[in-house]
């Protein structure tokens, strides 16, 4: 009887672990579709925002410039 229930106890344990291991398997599916769909939310703000200027940064400081490839100050600071 005793081994009867031993077999059971590691049958739940095997399903428990099972279960765990697909439930963070869907959960990091779920994450990679939400960015995957989110993402043209983030991408149209910034250029916008790059655009503003034609791509060009005000500052000359490329290496503080928050829109990276700046085409206005490039060559001075190389």
Known sequence: MLDFMDGIVEAVEEFAEGA???????????????????????????K?????????CENPDCNSCPFPPCEKGEAEND
């Open 20 to 46: 765990a291991e697909f439930a963070a398997f869907l959960l990091v599916v779920l994450v990679k579709w939400v960015i995957l769909l989110t993402t043209p939310v983030w991408i149209l703000p910034y």
């Open 48 to 56: 916008l925002l790059r655009d503003r200027n034609g791509g060009k």
